[in-house]
């Protein structure tokens, strides 16, 4: 077991290590610094329980509450949530995604472009296990507004879209996908470095 000081020294860099050691009274802690005021503290433990998430299930019996942020008033909790979900599907055995997902992806719609971008981006672990979910996905990444976001978010925004539709796209396709990556790669949006970005992808 460790502290917050022990946790708070450690780098960055050598949390993924770290998170391999970690004790089965070690995770739920974590879950709970999840809310704490002390951004490094929060940060930190948000990174060793999604490093944990890659090779060991024992994250996934907080499932719940990371659904509960998705509801959170404070945008970083709901970022979080969309993270630990997403860094969790690959051991939902009971299928909780299926239910999930529509809270899920209503922080597409979020006020705050950063959480809108961790959401779409995070889609990326959801839709290489869950291929039931894909045109339920797609067709909500598609409605997505860009316009409604500022001009400086839009392209990136719409970067992060495409991604995952490309990854959609080598699962299945459809003519709406095909048809929004060709109007977003002739749209102009796009600078040439993206474009050829995105065309190397597909």
């Given at each position: 077991m460790f502290n917050i000081e022990s946790l708070l020294t450690i780098d960055k860099e050598n949390l993924l290590g770290f998170s391999k050691t970690l004790e089965a009274e070690d995770i739920p802690q974590l879950v709970e610094w999840l809310t704490e005021e002390n951004d490094k503290l929060r940060y930190h433990s948000l990174l060793l329980l999604e490093h944990r998430s890659e090779k060991y299930d024992d994250v996934y019996p907080f499932w719940d509450i990371f659904c509960e942020k998705l509801r959170n008033t404070n945008s970083y909790q709901r970022s979080i949530g969309v993270m630990l979900i997403a860094a969790n599907v690959k051991w939902d055995r009971k299928n909780k995604i299926d239910i999930t997902i529509n809270d899920y992806l209503k922080i597409l719609d979020d006020e705050k472009p950063i959480t809108v971008r961790q959401c779409i981006q995070s889609l990326s672990?959801?839709?290489?296990?869950?291929?039931?979910?894909?045109?339920?996905?797609?067709?909500?990444?598609?409605?997505?507004?860009?316009?409604?976001?500022?001009?400086?978010?839009?392209?990136?925004?719409?970067?992060?879209?495409?991604?995952?539709?490309?990854?959609?796209?080598?699962?299945?396709?459809?003519?709406?996908?095909?048809?929004?990556?060709?109007?977003?790669?002739?749209?102009?949006?796009?600078d040439k470095k993206a474009i050829k970005q995105i065309e190397y992808m597909l």
């Open positions: 672990k959801i839709v290489i296990y869950r291929t039931n979910l894909h045109n339920k996905i797609a067709n909500e990444l598609i409605s997505i507004d860009i316009m409604n976001h500022k001009s400086t978010m839009r392209k990136l925004i719409l970067l992060d879209i495409l991604n995952i539709l490309v990854l959609i796209k080598k699962h299945q396709t459809s003519e709406e996908i095909d048809t929004y990556i060709f109007k977003a790669l002739t749209g102009g949006l796009l």
